[in-house]
């Protein structure tokens, strides 16, 4: 649930040619010069109020603190878990940086406040029970103190697979799993191996055997439309020209991150006029 508030009252119906204002049921008043509505607009209301009828609405436990997740807006890893209480959430809410209520300190304390590798929160949700938060952020560097991306980097399933053996391996979506294993094989073309080389190293040392497969993966998903075929084949397709795709920005050294980046800097802008200024 996104951070919001609009209280609602029963407006009342004004008659301008008249000298009455009417209810909505049927009791009339003398109208004289005051403009009555008692429907406040968010502009009525203090920025402070609407915080503080905010932090009001959340479920504190009986510390006084909920639990507080950061994730990336772009690739939406988790980045870190800690705690937050009413002041914590209301200095992230007006600084726009993650911000934490230590436990062991007793204290706030803003995430990158000595590394600075802070999180610049773009929006904060609550759950539907309203008793725990996400930094929804863009983190300015490695998140965990350990130095990793984020602070989640132990697999279970690993753990079971070889307890002896300690590996580092972020928790991934799907998209960035697979980027993950196109950049190893990106990675390996540089050494020698023997054996036939997987498709993805073929793509990775043949650009025109790449751009050709990205031109013909589209004009197959484009026909999934123009013959109106199943949805299942248009997804399948659709992965197709994702996945060369992203062979294509592994070659580039472009991350989707930054993809998804200008993406969602986009959501604002009208997409004629977004064309135009690359244009200019």
Request: glycine content about 4%; overall charge positive.
């Amino acid at each position: 649930m996104t951070i919001s508030y609009s209280p609602c009252f029963r407006p009342l119906k004004v008659f301008p040619r008249s000298n009455l204002i009417r209810s909505s049921g049927t009791q009339t008043f003398k109208r004289y010069n005051v403009v009555a509505c008692t429907k406040k607009s968010n502009e009525d209301i203090s920025l402070g109020a609407k915080v503080d009828f905010l932090l009001d609405n959340v479920k504190w436990d009986d510390k006084g603190l909920a639990v507080a997740i950061a994730q990336n807006v772009d690739t939406g890893a988790v980045l870190m878990q800690g705690f937050a209480n009413r002041e914590a959430l209301s200095t992230t809410i007006s600084s726009r940086k993650a911000t934490f209520y230590s436990r062991s300190r007793s204290s706030l304390w803003t995430k990158g406040e000595t590394s600075n590798n802070f999180i610049n929160v773009f929006d904060v949700f609550l759950d539907c029970d309203r008793d725990s938060i996400i930094y929804l952020g863009k983190p300015d560097g490695p998140t965990c103190h350990t130095g990793s991306e984020t602070c989640y980097y132990t697999s279970v399933d690993e753990i079971l697979k070889n307890p002896e053996v300690e590996k580092n391996e972020l928790a991934m979506t799907t998209l960035y799993a697979l980027e993950s294993t196109i950049n190893k094989r990106k990675a390996e073309t540089s050494s020698s191996s023997s054996g036939k080389p997987s498709w993805t190293k073929r793509l990775l040392l043949d650009d025109k055997l790449l751009c050709s497969k990205i031109r013909e993966e589209a004009d197959e998903l484009c026909r999934t439309l123009e013959e109106n075929e199943d949805k299942g084949r248009t997804a399948s397709e659709m992965a197709d020209v994702l996945y060369h795709a992203m062979v294509l920005l592994s070659l580039r050294g472009v991350k989707i991150e930054e993809v998804l980046q200008v993406l969602r800097q986009r959501f604002s802008k009208s997409g004629i006029e977004e064309k135009n200024s690359r244009k200019s």
